[in-house]
């Protein structure tokens, strides 16, 4: 199954880390670059100093590639777009928005670009401004998430760019993998299953709610914001829903979302944290290493992909 991302990328399987905000750190990207995926460090909406510390720690661990995601809701969002480019990073992803301002710098820099998109018009836009690949994300994922299924947008995007389609959004396996690769896609990105890894500094609680998570425990909050985000049931979401309910101030979603992931990935708040996750969450049951995660999913896919 080697692609022609990985030879792009010069990496060995065409897995991809996702970018999880406060979650993606140095020990979870480097593990999965060192298993021969691509990892991921999560910009966020961090300071741009604490992820050019997260950069070179990574570059200890592994001499492999490392991407780094700049989501572009973020504050520091143009920080960090020459940050990667002075650490040498050589593949950036992007999220929430449309990098096209960074691109000329980023191309001169050698960096390798590919956006999350959530529509075709979007990815077109996206290929249009120089994108070398794009991450088609179903709204299955966690996070700020878009309309579409993965399901139905990976093939529409395929046959309408000719570029790279990595697929996002729902894929925790080998069988979800397999699929994303009927539908066109080069490589898949997978977040919440990296959630289990060892090398995954998530809290402890926070992982536990994974491992207990059922099919339908995720809902999609802060729809009339503009920016929905899927999390995981819980206080924080009822409080969600009620300004729902109450058409509520839009800034009232602001005050009541801000800090929230933070607390649940640092301080393990599993009540009035933000428990971002996918809804593949439920088949996340064990803690593994990022080495054999990849290994199982790339069987596994194999496996299927040659018909056994
Ligand atoms: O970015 C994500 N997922 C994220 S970012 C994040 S951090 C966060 N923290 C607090 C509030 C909100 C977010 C958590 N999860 N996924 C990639 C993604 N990009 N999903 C959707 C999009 C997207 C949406 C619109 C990409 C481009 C786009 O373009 C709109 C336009 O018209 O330019």
Redesign the pocket.
């Known amino acids: 199954m080697k692609s022609q991302i990985c030879e792009m990328l010069g990496i060995e399987y065409p897995i991809f880390q996702g970018a999880m ?1 406060w979650i993606a750190n140095a020990s979870l990207a480097a593990a999965v670059s060192e298993a021969g995926g691509l990892g991921i460090i999560a910009g ?2 961090a300071p741009t100093k604490l992820i050019r510390e997260e950069v070179r720690k990574a570059k200890e661990i592994t001499k492999k590639p490392i991407g780094v995601n700049i ?1 572009l ?1 973020s504050p520091y969002a143009d920080d960090m777009a020459r940050m990667v480019c002075e650490e040498g990073v050589k593949v950036v992803t992007t ?4 990098p096209g301002k960074y691109m000329d710098m980023w191309k001169a820099h050698d960096i390798k670009v590919i ?4 529509s075709v018009a ?1 990815a077109k836009r996206m290929v249009r401004s120089g994108a070398d690949a794009v991450i088609a ?1 179903g709204t299955e ?6 309309e579409l299924t993965t399901m139905v947008l990976v093939p529409q995007i395929v046959d309408a760019v000719d570029v790279p389609v990595i697929a996002a959004g729902g894929i925790g396996d080998g069988r979800g993998m397999a699929a994303a690769f009927m539908l066109g896609a080069d490589a898949v990105q997978v977040g919440t299953r990296f959630l289990a890894a060892y090398e995954c500094t998530v809290h402890e609680n926070y992982k536990k709610r994974i491992f207990n998570a059922k099919d339908i425990d995720t809902i999609v909050t802060g729809r009339r914001t503009g ?1 929905p ?1 899927r999390i995981l049931k819980n206080k924080l979401s009822r409080r969600f829903i009620e300004l729902d309910q109450r058409l509520a101030p839009l800034d009232e979603y602001e005050k009541l ?1 801000a800090g929230a ?1 933070a607390r649940a990935v640092i301080d393990g708040d599993m009540d009035n944290g933000s428990i ?1 996750a996918g809804q593949i969450a439920a088949i996340v049951n064990k803690e593994q290493s990022c080495k054999e995660i990849i290994l199982e999913l790339m069987t596994q896919a194999n496996k299927l992909l040659s018909g056994g």
């Open positions: 905000a966020g909406t989501m809701l999220g929430a928005g449309t956006p999350v998109v959530p979007i994300e994922a966690g996070g700020h998430v878009g920016h985000v979302g992931l971002m």
